[in-house]
């Protein structure tokens, strides 16, 4: 199976190529079809296995091909549980969306909040960011997620391990609506507080998963 095979939007086609990606990953086979559906997802497969695109593909493709509910709110948010994996998540969606007329931004803690509270304010159709410093700017109104249709959490094991529920339930609620779509990524799925968090964010979710969870 090739990227092409996937029914994606060219300009994405044309971006992994550029890039010299021709294969999907085991998970991006798995989890770009149901992505691309509209479902809602959990998804586990190990650190190095493609997750990022396998999350990144369906969300520039649904802003790329449908009508947004919100021309003012993001339409795409992706926590992360750190700034340094908010950042690589962030670097590989500039490499998707470039040439395109999209903008993302990148909010994460212990940087300049009224710098991020301008880049809000050019409306970006996605948000990378860490959890914390995002419900910062939902309490300070410099974020609002009415118009939200796609949330994505990272390595949602590890923001449970770092002790963001609260701000991902925060998060939820913000953006609580019956069009959203969810998806979590996540190396291992079996804790307790990772069922509690599927319960409270996810309708109905396709689970896919590669190799056997770590
Ligand atoms: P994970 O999040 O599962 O740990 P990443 O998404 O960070 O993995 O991807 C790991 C590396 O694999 C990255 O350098 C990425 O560019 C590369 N990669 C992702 N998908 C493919 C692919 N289909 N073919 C080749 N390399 C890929
Ligand atoms: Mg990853």
Same mark, same amino acid.
């Given at each position: 199976? /090739?990227?092409?095979?996937?029914?994606?939007?060219?300009?994405?086609?044309?971006?992994?190529?550029?890039?010299?990606?021709?294969?999907?990953?085991?998970?991006?086979?798995?989890?770009?079809?149901?992505?691309?559906?509209?479902?809602?997802?959990?998804?586990?497969?190990?650190?190095?296995?493609?997750?990022?695109?396998?999350?990144?593909?369906?969300?520039?493709?649904?802003?790329?091909?449908?009508?947004?509910?919100?021309?003012?709110?993001? &339409?795409?948010?992706?926590?992360?549980?750190?700034?340094?994996?908010?950042? /690589?998540?962030?670097?590989?969606?500039?490499?998707?969306?470039?040439? /395109?007329?999209?903008?993302?931004?990148?909010?994460?803690?212990?940087?300049?909040?009224?710098?991020?509270?301008?880049?809000?304010?050019?409306?970006?159709?996605?948000?990378?960011?860490?959890?914390?410093?995002?419900?910062?700017?939902?309490?300070?109104?410099?974020?609002?997620?009415?118009?939200?249709?796609?949330?994505?959490? #990272?390595?949602?094991?590890?923001?449970? #391990?770092?002790?963001?529920?609260?701000?991902? &339930?925060?998060?939820?609620?913000?953006?609580?609506?019956?069009? &959203?779509?969810?998806?979590?990524?996540?190396?291992?799925?079996?804790?307790?507080?990772?069922?509690?968090?599927?319960?409270?964010?996810?309708?109905?979710?396709?689970?896919?998963?590669?190799?056997?969870?770590?």
């Amino acid at each position: 199976m /090739q990227f092409t095979d996937l029914s994606l939007h060219h300009n994405l086609l044309k971006a992994l190529d550029i890039k010299g990606l021709t294969e999907p990953t085991e998970i991006q086979k798995k989890a770009i079809p149901y992505g691309l559906m509209g479902k809602d997802l959990i998804a586990s497969s190990k650190t190095g296995s493609g997750k990022t695109l396998a999350f990144l593909l369906p969300a520039v493709h649904r802003v790329l091909t449908k009508q947004p509910l919100s021309r003012r709110d993001p &339409r795409v948010l992706i926590l992360a549980p750190t700034r340094e994996l908010a950042k /690589q998540v962030f670097l590989q969606l500039k490499w998707l969306i470039a040439k /395109q007329p999209l903008k993302a931004a990148l909010v994460l803690g212990g940087e300049n909040f009224n710098d991020q509270v301008k880049a809000l304010k050019h409306h970006p159709q996605f948000i990378v960011g860490t959890a914390g410093r995002v419900v910062d700017h939902l309490k300070g109104k410099s974020l609002f997620l009415n118009g939200l249709e796609l949330l994505i959490l #990272d390595e949602a094991d590890r923001m449970l #391990d770092l002790g963001f529920a609260a701000e991902l &339930r925060l998060v939820n609620q913000a953006a609580d609506h019956r069009k &959203r779509q969810s998806m979590m990524f996540s190396a291992t799925l079996d804790s307790a507080a990772m069922h509690q968090l599927t319960q409270s964010l996810l309708k109905a979710p396709q689970r896919v998963s590669v190799g056997s969870s770590s």
